[in-house]
């Protein structure tokens, strides 16, 4: 079982949690954990040239943390990041003005979305919050939506949270001993589909176990149990000012959440390696104008859209 929480506000306020973990008489459930297998990479003889590379990632108790990094443009919560390793969507430009249509872009808006939503990590479960960014979750019917991502010792948190009214709508808790991989690549489609390309690239951690999803999860829109998680950077990383500043930057989200993750396979699957795959992402979507045309309007952001907010 996956050890997840997810948390939903009604609309006339009142919070509903769901907990997976918690059963009917209050007692926390056991969690059992996935076994998985240590990869082997074979010779460069046998393997395609379109096939992905996989990187073995060993566990490393001291990797990835420890860099110092000058300051960013837009202050001390923010540092900026090395060379980017995914690919950005070409061409595109946030000006100053587009910038600041986005709620969360107001001095310091994310830094009290933090304070706010901080209060779901529960330190005997999830341990001390570690760092925190802003980016763009890809859900499984290719819906961009702007989410905050909290990284503790042992959980990594997926969180909606309403900008404009300052109000935690939802959120996701994933153990990071459930994760078997984490891919890193270009997004594609299948081959038969009708959505145009999107030339850019983002990371996908994935918690399946290599299970295919139901017919209920993967024709259900609204499904909140779809078993990886897919991100890019935040359109703020496009405001030249900002290209670099790790609050947005998936890159990252990604080399913090690699460490983070072998630290945890250490102590709790020693015998495990956690898997690094390297090559494209697909998402499977074959024709859908509704996504296309929620993605161009960034419906899923919360920003001042000419005096109109939402």
Not at 58 to 87: D, F, K, M, N
Not at 259 to 266: D, L, N
Request: hydrophobic share 35%; with cysteine.
């Amino acid at each position: 079982m996956i050890a997840e929480e997810q948390q939903s506000s009604t609309p006339d306020g009142d919070d509903l949690i769901h907990d997976p973990a918690v059963l009917d008489d209050d007692q926390p459930a056991t969690v059992k954990e996935y076994q998985g297998a240590t990869l082997q990479i074979g010779s460069e003889d046998n393997v395609e040239d379109d096939t992905p590379e996989v990187l073995v990632c060993q566990p490393s108790v001291g990797s990835g943390l420890s860099r110092s990094r000058p300051g960013s443009v837009i202050g001390g919560s923010s540092v900026r990041s090395t060379a980017s390793r995914i690919s950005m969507r070409p061409g595109r430009v946030q000006t100053e003005v587009s910038a600041r249509s986005f709620y969360c872009y107001k001095e310091s808006h994310f830094e009290r979305a933090v304070n706010d939503v901080k209060s779901i990590i529960k330190p005997e479960l999830d341990g001390e919050l570690r760092s925190s960014w802003l980016l763009t979750e890809i859900d499984h019917w290719d819906f961009e939506r702007e989410k905050i991502i909290l990284l503790t010792d042992n959980s990594m948190f997926v969180v909606k949270y309403n900008f404009i009214n300052e109000k935690l709508y939802e959120y996701r808790r994933i153990m990071l001993h459930v994760i078997h991989s984490i891919c890193i690549g270009d997004f594609i489609y299948p081959n038969a589909s009708l959505m145009p390309e999107r030339k850019h690239g983002g990371i996908q951690i994935r918690f399946d176990r290599g299970e295919e999803l139901s017919f209920g999860q993967k024709w259900n829109p609204w499904c909140s149990d779809i078993p990886w998680v897919t991100l890019s950077h935040h359109p703020l990383i496009y405001n030249p000012k900002e290209t670099e500043t790790t609050t947005y930057n998936v890159d990252e989200f990604f080399e913090t959440i690699v460490a983070e993750t072998s630290k945890v396979f250490t102590a709790k699957r020693p015998k495990d390696t956690l898997k690094v795959i390297e090559g494209p992402i697909k998402i499977e979507t074959y024709a859908s104008p509704v996504s296309l045309v929620f993605n161009q309007s960034a419906i899923g952001f919360f920003r001042d859209r000419n005096g109109v907010s939402f």
